[in-house]
């Protein structure tokens, strides 16, 4: 662990208690990673650029009493340290801070921190067994590795838009940023592993991700096909790729998913549309023949589906074992009953914003649970507070303040 001696704010609560973790990013694969390690105890210090801090908060729509909502989202149990890293002032605090840090995480475009006079072979000087975090485009290494990266690039390079949307549509990509919030995942589970090693050995290390590496990771099943048939997947919309019946039907409310993801499974489905002559029909036998038919077979299953409301299916196939749900809205998923016992959705105090709301942490422990308690900084909210911790004095706080290199919120 990182030692701040008698100034060393007391660890958060959570497995990672005692981490300390410096957070040089912005948007959103980096600020998921730092999310992640903050929820489970790190000590997570957001340092932002000086002028206007992470370009998140600049997100305008939708605000919260002028604070991004996006900005609130990502950064809660997070202190903020606002740092203008092109003044040698500024450098030399982050030199000073490394000293005390376990891991440091940036997603600059690669060569950025070379330049600034804080890569990785600097960083180490002042401490060995740092673990650097890089999340870049395409990463540390190959042609592209001097080359800036976003999710809606990223999910086209890697081939995912070429698979997502209806058949005969043009290029869609995923409605969610999947390669920058996967991204974010494998970066906190690289550190993860690499201070498993660091506590073994002392040793630290460079973490690299990208946001291509990440998407290329979320195309295992097509991958699969092409691989071993060099045959290009399609784009299949709600429907798998191997295995059928599995996709989104209508019913007369509404859309449900239903997963025949088996022969078993596809047996009961057919009991419980009250046609169990399916299960011989020469289309529909085996999982091979149901996606030579494809089309035929969701025809036939709407049918029979558009007579009763998701509800009534999703109690009948919940009865016969049947995997099945409703195709929620954004809306109901966060209203939902199970999302909330889950503590998917928790209530935080923001000293500008006010009461806020934002998505838990997906990652539950029986020993060691996570604190959510603590909204998103401010810009340079707590500047004064870790530069006291890390041993300056007040009248050199007040300096580096008067000469632009941090600042200070109100």
């Not at 809660?76 to 376990?102: F, T």
């Not at 603590?374 to 911790?389: D, V």
């Amino acid at each position: 662990m990182s030692n701040m001696g008698s100034k060393k704010k007391a660890p958060r609560p959570g497995p990672l208690a005692g981490l300390r973790v410096l957070e040089m990013t912005q948007i959103m694969s980096g600020p998921t990673c730092g999310l992640l390690l903050a929820d489970m105890g790190a000590d997570v210090i957001k340092i932002e650029k000086l002028p206007g801090g992470d370009d998140a908060r600049g997100y305008r729509d939708p605000q919260i009493n002028g604070v991004s909502a996006p900005f609130l989202m990502l950064n809660r149990n997070k202190r903020g340290l606002a740092i203008d890293l092109k003044k040698p002032q500024g450098r030399a605090l982050l030199l000073r801070m490394v000293k005390d840090a376990d891991v440091l995480v940036e997603n600059f475009r690669g060569g950025t921190m070379e330049k600034l006079g804080l890569g990785y072979e600097t960083l180490r000087e002042a401490n060995p067994g740092l673990i650097y975090c890089a999340i870049s485009g395409y990463g540390r290494t190959g042609p592209y590795a001097d080359k800036g990266g976003f999710d809606l690039i990223a999910q086209g390079f890697a081939g995912l838009m070429a698979v997502t949307g209806e058949p005969g549509r043009p290029p869609a990509k995923s409605g969610n940023a999947v390669s920058d919030m996967n991204a974010g995942i494998l970066a906190a589970t690289g550190i993860l592993a690499a201070y498993i090693h660091k506590l073994k050995t002392g040793e630290g290390q460079i973490v690299d991700t990208s946001l291509s590496d990440a998407a290329l990771q979320q195309t295992y099943w097509h991958a699969a096909v092409w691989l071993a048939t060099q045959r290009e997947p399609q784009p299949t919309g709600s429907a798998h790729i191997l295995t059928a019946p599995y996709q989104a039907f209508e019913a007369s409310d509404g859309w449900i998913n239903i997963g025949g993801a088996n022969q078993s499974n596809w047996e009961r489905i057919c009991t419980v549309l009250g046609h169990p002559e399916w299960r011989e029909d020469p289309r529909f036998v085996t999982n091979s023949d149901r996606m030579a038919h494809l089309d035929e077979l969701v025809t036939l299953m709407n049918a029979v589906l558009r007579q009763r409301t998701r509800a009534e299916w999703q109690a009948d196939m919940d009865a016969a074992g049947v995997p099945a749900g409703p195709v929620h809205t954004i809306g109901e998923a966060l209203s939902h009953p199970q999302t909330l016992a889950r503590g998917m959705v928790v209530t935080l105090e923001h000293p500008q914003a006010g009461t806020t709301r934002g998505i838990g942490c997906p990652i539950h422990f029986s020993q060691t649970p996570t604190d959510t308690g603590q909204a998103a900084p401010l810009l340079g909210q707590h500047t004064r507070e870790l530069l006291q911790e890390h041993g300056l004095s007040e009248a050199e706080i007040k300096d580096l303040i008067a000469q632009g290199a941090v600042s200070q919120s109100s």
